[in-house]
């Protein structure tokens, strides 16, 4: 008997093959390949009569009739079998011609009547249907029960194996046996309130629509639905959260206005505003959960020193985590520097690097030294990366966590730092990727949100210019223009494409507006090892160019991943000092070290690169109140992407960015709806500000009334396995 939990491998009529290719789209069950749902609909309702059928060359249309000749035939040229029948109904007869597919004589016979749905073509013989859908038509199979043809049919996403076709074979019949016995999980009265199709009528709708209308209704039941489970979970963290116990420390004003008076600059209102939100939230007895996003060179650091400061005055510690070791010495060197007046004690902890700073003393010490520190409560803040949560290091009364680009750590990683303590911690999550509001309403949506709006007032907006093949030699001269008065540039190289790195695409797709979405287990791969031997071959063939052809007299170097570390920051260092003119790197290194005599970033091939990703290398330029440019080198840029470009000329504001590439690429491109595990559509509801504060509303509703869910078992059991499939933090 089969059921929703039925795997697979029990389903009939699929074969071992066929459930290996199954299991890699995540399709286990009965249930995962009802919810595998169509990415769109092609129209083939409109059965017409052959004569009128003749008339419409180049367009999709859909006939009936009785097959009266089949021919097969091999070219002698291009060696292409080629499969035709002629079919007649009343009106007229046409040929159908298949390429390459001679298996399909096994089936066609004289004498069946079939229907065919195709593209309307022109050859050396007259008009023919060009590898048409066909399915048979037999006297128990009325134009209603059709599955491929004569409808509107669903074409799902696919997979090397995988055919829309083959999908609607499997899933019809399991869905005409399973009829009526579907479970509902949405509550009755918000079936009533939205007037929502019933979920046996929607998974119906949803695979074989009577009507586009039918088929929109099903889609927004559903959309809803995935939304709604989004939101109770989120709002349940944040109720589970509110349950626990932090350690209260309240806002010591006049230490921290000691601390602004001691900044060579002044705070944006932006930033006075986040800081208070932030101090405010440390006062309170519960644990913060609170994410700071801003630009980068926003000045979110600044902000969370704040917060690290004022509960070091109280006698707890703060541990800050970044995500490589080049940012973690970066965050040492700024933190020391800004709090080198207020005896606070902070150490450096990664894989090779255990450094201690107090006041103006810095000093390298053993990681036994460092580890001992911390236990006993004489570090006020631990600056690290992974390295903070390795076996060994103790808290003696962790207070705050910081988790910079919090994106890159997973749940678990984050989840060891609140181990270490008694009460739990605050958390403190920094980001520099803009979220749109109707993300953070739903994905961010148990988390408060502080947001630095302004960059710092000395700072001049950056001159972004695209660069066409003829004007290279124009920027060329004007970089070099730069360089001999002391300043630094940055080259960007694009990624070389590689058919046999399946991977390549992934990671240009969420390298777009969230890498947020980067997968929680994600771990690399071969085709990353080649993906990244690919990087840095780019990397050493611009060197080679810049170093030999345009800028033999400037001083070059390159940096990419397979170099170590020491390696890297020795690089890096030179750079920042001055000893280097062009540093030339990939676009996987992070090179978000504060370089504030840079003011060239040039970027080969940016029309590959997503707008988010390019925000991010502008950044790094700007740092000072020096002018600075962005020259976006292009080869030749389709439409699509000529407007990205355009866009980043036009927008110096990540937000209005994010908002722009939403509205360019749509929302499945750029959060790839495949991480998540949610139909597209779904992923489209999450930029509806109407659709998620309605699906926030009735979450917020229901919770109310049931915070766990007792009365609605199925809802609840389908959203401990949306939780088990997504992280949300």
């Known amino acids: 008997m089969l059921s929703l939990h039925t795997k697979i491998e029990d389903i009939p ?29 092609e129209d083939f309702s409109d059965v017409i009569e052959i004569a009128k059928a003749k008339k419409q060359l180049s367009q999709n249309v859909c006939v009936q009739g009785e097959i009266i000749e089949i021919e097969s035939a091999n070219t002698p040229r291009k060696f292409m079998n080629i499969t035709q029948i002629t079919i007649q109904d009343n009106s007229g007869e046409i040929k159908a011609l298949w390429f390459n597919q001679p298996y399909l004589l096994k089936s066609l016979k004289e004498g069946q009547f079939i229907c065919l749905a195709g593209k309307v073509a022109l050859g050396k013989e007259g008009i023919y249907l060009s590898n048409p859908i066909h399915e048979f038509i037999t006297e128990d199979v009325e134009n209603n029960e059709l599955t491929h043809t004569g409808r509107i049919i669903p074409i799902y996403p696919e997979t090397r194996g995988i055919t829309s076709r083959w999908l609607r074979y499997i899933i019809k019949p399991i869905l005409t046996i399973l009829e009526n016995q579907i479970p509902e999980s949405l509550p009755n009265d918000i079936l009533k309130k939205y007037k929502f199709l019933p979920i046996n009528e929607a998974i119906w709708q949803v695979h074989f629509p009577e009507s586009f209308e039918y088929a929109d209704a099903a889609k927004a039941r559903f959309s809803f639905e995935e939304l709604f489970l989004i939101q109770l979970s989120v709002l349940k963290e944040k109720a589970r959260l509110q349950l626990k116990k932090a350690p209260a420390f309240p806002l010591n004003a006049d230490l921290m206005k000691q601390f602004t008076d001691s900044l060579p600059f002044q705070l944006t209102d932006s930033q006075k505003v986040s800081a208070f939100q932030i101090l405010k939230d440390l006062e309170k007895p519960v644990p913060m959960s609170r994410l700071l996003q801003g630009d980068v060179g926003s000045g979110k650091t600044v902000v969370a020193t704040m917060a690290a400061l004022n509960v070091a005055k109280h006698k707890y510690q703060t541990a800050f985590m970044g995500p490589t070791e080049i940012l973690a010495k970066q965050h040492f060197k700024t933190i020391s520097k800004l709090l080198e007046n207020f005896d606070v004690s902070i150490g450096l902890l990664t894989s090779k690097n255990y450094r201690i700073a107090k006041q103006k003393d810095i000093s390298d010490v053993s990681r036994k030294s460092i580890l001992g520190d911390l236990e006993n409560g004489q570090l006020d803040i631990i600056i690290g990366t992974h390295s903070l949560i390795q076996k060994g290091v103790e808290f003696k ?86 360089v001999k008065q002391g300043r630094g540039v940055f080259v960007i190289c694009p990624k070389i494409e590689s058919k046999s790195s399946k991977i390549e695409a992934r990671i240009n797709e969420t390298t777009t507006m969230s890498s947020n979405f980067i997968p929680q287990n994600y771990a690399p791969t071969n085709n990353f090892a080649s993906l990244l031997q690919n990087d840095v071959k780019a990397v050493k063939e611009e060197y080679e160019r810049l170093s030999k052809e345009i800028f033999p007299d400037l001083r070059i170097t390159m940096l990419h991943g397979k170099m170590k570390p020491e390696e890297k920051e020795r690089i890096m260092l030179d750079f920042q000092k001055g000893e280097l003119d062009i540093l030339v790197s990939t676009s996987v290194v992070e090179v978000g070290v504060d370089v504030p005599r840079a003011t060239v970033m040039m970027i080969e091939g940016a029309e590959r690169f997503g707008l988010a990703q390019l925000h991010q ?73 109407f659709l998620v504060e309605k699906t926030r509303s009735s979450a917020k509703e229901l919770l109310e009334k049931d915070p766990e869910l007792k009365d609605y078992p199925i809802l609840k059991e389908k959203l401990k396995l949306l939780q088990k499939k997504i992280h949300f933090e």
């Open 13 to 41: 009529r699929i074969g071992s093959a066929y459930q290996k290719r199954l299991k890699k789209m995540g399709i286990h069950t009965i249930a995962d390949l009802l919810y595998h749902f169509p990415s769109r609909y």
């Open 617 to 689: 290398f502008r950044g790094r330029v700007g740092r000072s109140n020096l002018q600075s440019y962005c020259f976006l080198f292009t080869t030749s840029p389709d439409q699509l992407n000529r407007k990205r470009l355009k866009a980043m000329v036009e927008l110096d504001s990540g937000f209005k960015l994010a908002e722009k590439d939403l509205e360019i690429r749509g929302p499945g491109s750029l959060y790839g709806s495949t991480q998540w595990g949610i139909p597209d559509f779904a992923m489209e509801g999450l930029f509806n500000i």
């Open 397 to 482: 009364n962790l207070g705050l966590a910081i988790v910079d680009e919090q994106h890159r750590f997973g749940v678990e990683q984050r989840a060891k730092l609140f181990d270490f303590a008694k009460l739990t911690p605050h958390l403190l999550s920094m980001t520099a990727t803009p979220i749109p509001r109707t993300l953070a309403l739903t994905v961010y949506g148990d988390l408060d949100v502080s947001l630095i709006s302004e960059m710092p007032k000395n700072r001049k907006k950056i001159k972004t210019i695209i660069v066409e093949p003829s004007q290279r030699k124009q920027a060329y001269e004007f970089i070099e223009k730069e």
